[in-house]
């Protein structure tokens, strides 16, 4: 599994989709991955890193990109997690409404574009104060409950198959 928060929610979703990078594109993976994904998590996650630069007038993302994504349309072309959709692999995107540092619009646009392009996408949004976003940094808290039962949900299912699988 790849998981992440804010930035890292950017990182799990870009490594979830390193199998899809062109050739020779900084962090693809030639072959076979060594540790497959199997499922990708982003809590508050910057999903749309062009749509994340309209909205910060650059900002953070204008540093870590170098530039604009009309001038380095190649960079964001390998770096955005929204020109890899869909995974091949379910992922599950976890926003609170009320994030004041990343809006919860990124997620909503990645949601959208991979459930067009056929992916398996679920977007739990967050109400209230446990929606903020550092909300997510403490596990014990209500932002992680939707996350928490997912995960358990899943891991219950595998059990399942590995069950049948057996028998």
Do not use: N
């Not at 979703?13 to 030639?30: C, D, E, H, Q, V």
């Not at 992916?119 to 909300?135: F, K, M, N, S, T």
């Not at 891991?155 to 069950?163: I, Y």
């Amino acid at each position: 599994m790849s998981l992440g928060h804010s930035a890292g929610g950017h990182l799990a979703l870009w490594a979830a989709g390193r199998t899809k990078l062109p050739t020779g594109a900084p962090g693809a993976i030639a072959g076979r991955a060594r540790v497959p994904i199997a499922r990708v998590v982003s809590l508050a996650g910057v999903c749309d890193l062009a749509g994340a630069y309209k909205q910060w007038h650059g900002g953070a993302v204008r540093m870590l990109m170098g530039g604009s994504p009309d001038r380095l349309r190649e960079r964001y072309e390998v770096a955005d997690p929204l020109r890899r959709v869909p995974l091949r692999m379910p992922v599950l995107l976890v926003h609170g409404v009320l994030d004041e540092t990343v809006s919860i619009g990124l997620s909503r646009s990645y949601a959208a574009a991979a459930r067009e392009a056929g992916g398996a996408v679920e977007l739990i949004e967050i109400d209230g104060e446990a929606g903020r976003h550092r909300a997510f940094v403490d596990p014990r808290g209500d932002a992680w409950k939707p996350v928490a039962a997912r995960l358990e949900q899943q891991a219950s299912e595998a059990k399942g198959r590995v069950a049948a699988v057996r028998s």
